[in-house]
């Protein structure tokens, strides 16, 4: 493979220890997979802070957002031997048959004036607060159109996982749009620009039983109706997407049509990077698609962490020919990495 991505040297930029919990008797476990944007000369990060309470020995505890419960939050908690719990990986758990995630996470700004040092805001930026959120909200994508800045992203719920919105013009006042994909459905990504008058979006719903995890392409006149679904990528079995595929950040428009940065997770749940290209008049019609990733675990922090062996990305800033794509590595700690656009395309002939 070539080497495509460059890292930051100062890999990981951001750490749980560099972020502040959102109250004194959580921690912060986990940053992932940052949405990023530029906005008055600065490059701001909208990461995914994961907390949990501190841990006692023998004891499975976990936050829930519940607006009944002092501060907003109750707290679920069992025996790590009790016979009702069923640990399926370092992410999620079953108790008594229902599902859980071991976190909770909500969204938070961070700042760079270079790009590559950030410091994150002490308070968190966007949390759950609808009964479709209380398991928290995940992995926003940040798309500009017009004046606008649209966040896209998971909200968790015992109802599911879908796609949620919100709109900022100055990242100080939000205004919530509701879910605009149900569930079980993330992974999407706004085109920044309209294509024959509609706008798009990628989006990754996942089919039980028939179907699976594959990307999605939708139109809508407005953002927030979503219709004309068509599917345009699917697994590849054996192959390192060969389990779950789905889109990225928003996709950059070349002269060739627009390049989407995906993520594939093979049978082994390990986490790679790919490319689509897409027609630039009908992005339902993909172009070229990544033989090899672009970008697979590598680097230390890549392989082990949390959940080891991911690198996710849905944020990235380009700049001519520069692409600076920010990322999650091991479920745990926040990375960079640049890329060539040129480089990038020409894999694809
Ligand atoms: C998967 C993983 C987790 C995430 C849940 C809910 O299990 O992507 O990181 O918390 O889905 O979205």
Not at 162 to 180: L, N, Q
Not at 304 to 315: A, D, S
């Given at each position: 493979?070539t080497?495509?991505?460059a890292?930051?040297?100062?890999?990981?930029?951001?750490?749980?220890?560099?972020?502040?919990?959102?109250?004194?008797?959580?921690?912060?476990?986990?940053?992932?997979?940052?949405?990023?944007?530029?906005?008055?000369?600065?490059?701001?990060?909208?990461?995914?802070?994961?907390?949990r309470?501190?841990?006692?020995?023998?004891?499975?505890?976990?936050?829930?957002?519940?607006?009944a419960?002092?501060?907003?939050?109750?707290?679920?908690?069992?025996?790590?031997?009790?016979?009702?719990?069923?640990?399926?990986?370092?992410?999620?758990?079953?108790?008594d048959?229902?599902?859980?995630?071991?976190?909770?996470s909500?969204?938070?700004?961070?700042?760079?004036?270079?790009?590559?040092?950030?410091?994150?805001?002490?308070?968190?930026?966007?949390?759950?607060?609808t009964?479709?959120?209380?398991?928290?909200?995940?992995?926003?994508?940040?798309?500009?159109?017009?004046?606008?800045?649209?966040?896209?992203?998971?909200?968790?719920?015992?109802?599911?996982?879908?796609?949620?919105?919100?709109?900022?013009?100055?990242?100080?006042?939000?205004?919530?749009?509701?879910?605009?994909?149900?569930?079980?459905?993330?992974?999407?990504?706004?085109?920044?620009?309209?294509?024959?008058?509609?706008?798009?979006?990628?989006?990754?719903?996942?089919?039980?039983?028939?179907?699976?995890?594959?990307?999605?392409?939708?139109?809508?006149?407005?953002?927030?109706?979503?219709?004309?679904?068509?599917?345009?990528?699917?697994?590849?079995?054996g192959?390192?997407?060969?389990?779950?595929?789905?889109?990225?950040?928003?996709?950059i428009?070349?002269?060739?049509?627009?390049l989407?940065?995906?993520?594939?997770?093979?049978?082994?749940?390990?986490?790679?990077?790919?490319?689509?290209?897409?027609?630039?008049?009908?992005?339902?019609?993909?172009?070229?698609?990544?033989?090899?990733?672009?970008?697979?675990?590598?680097a230390?922090?890549?392989?082990?962490?949390?959940?080891g062996?991911?690198?996710?990305?849905?944020?990235?800033?380009?700049?001519?020919?520069?692409?600076t794509?920010?990322?999650?590595?091991?479920?745990?700690?926040?990375?960079?990495?640049?890329?060539?656009?040129?480089?990038?395309?020409?894999?694809?002939?």
């Amino acid at each position: 493979m070539t080497n495509l991505a460059a890292r930051f040297d100062a890999n990981p930029i951001l750490r749980p220890a560099d972020v502040r919990p959102s109250r004194p008797d959580m921690q912060v476990d986990c940053l992932l997979n940052p949405g990023a944007f530029q906005f008055n000369g600065k490059i701001g990060l909208l990461l995914r802070v994961a907390e949990r309470p501190v841990q006692e020995e023998g004891w499975v505890s976990v936050p829930i957002i519940d607006p009944a419960s002092e501060g907003g939050i109750r707290i679920f908690r069992c025996r790590k031997d009790d016979p009702k719990l069923k640990l399926a990986d370092a992410r999620v758990f079953t108790y008594d048959g229902r599902d859980y995630l071991t976190t909770l996470s909500h969204l938070r700004l961070a700042w760079s004036a270079d790009g590559r040092k950030f410091i994150a805001d002490e308070k968190p930026t966007l949390t759950g607060q609808t009964d479709l959120q209380t398991f928290g909200l995940e992995d926003s994508r940040v798309a500009k159109v017009g004046d606008r800045f649209y966040l896209t992203y998971t909200e968790v719920s015992e109802a599911g996982v879908g796609v949620g919105m919100t709109s900022t013009a100055d990242w100080k006042r939000f205004e919530p749009h509701g879910m605009i994909i149900p569930p079980h459905n993330k992974d999407c990504a706004l085109f920044e620009e309209k294509i024959n008058g509609r706008h798009y979006c990628l989006h990754r719903p996942s089919g039980i039983g028939l179907g699976g995890n594959f990307i999605w392409t939708a139109e809508s006149p407005d953002l927030m109706h979503w219709g004309h679904h068509r599917c345009i990528a699917k697994i590849r079995r054996g192959q390192w997407d060969g389990e779950r595929i789905g889109g990225g950040a928003s996709p950059i428009k070349t002269p060739e049509g627009w390049l989407a940065i995906y993520h594939g997770a093979d049978e082994k749940h390990r986490y790679s990077l790919g490319l689509l290209l897409l027609d630039l008049n009908d992005p339902a019609k993909v172009l070229a698609r990544s033989v090899d990733p672009i970008m697979q675990p590598e680097a230390p922090y890549e392989l082990t962490g949390f959940f080891g062996n991911v690198v996710f990305t849905n944020g990235h800033v380009v700049n001519g020919d520069q692409i600076t794509m920010y990322y999650g590595a091991s479920d745990e700690v926040i990375c960079g990495a640049t890329f060539s656009l040129k480089a990038l395309m020409a894999t694809l002939r």
